[in-house]
């Protein structure tokens, strides 16, 4: 059981290991402007139970404060 359980989580770390990052840039937003439109973003897509809605009206409301999405991938 405990073999099992170390599997399951070694390949847990290894797949987020390999996930994408997401960085939103906006040339005239200091670190304070920028965790507060974070921060007012995640709020709107909170009620949403699904991930991909939830990311979507993120994505979207950060795109409306105007800020540019940035993909890093990692493990490629």
């Given at each position: 059981?405990?073999t ?41 897509a ?10 979507e009206?993120?994505?979207?409301c ?15």
């Amino acid at each position: 059981m405990k073999t099992s359980l170390l599997i399951i989580l070694a390949a847990g770390l290894t797949l987020s290991a390999c996930a994408n990052t997401h960085a939103y840039r906006k040339s005239d937003a200091d670190e304070a402007q920028t965790a507060a439109d974070i921060d007012a973003c995640r709020k709107q897509a909170n009620p949403f139970s699904s991930r991909e809605e939830a990311k979507e009206v993120f994505d979207k409301c950060m795109a409306a404060r105007g800020y540019d999405k940035e993909v890093v991938r990692y493990g490629y």
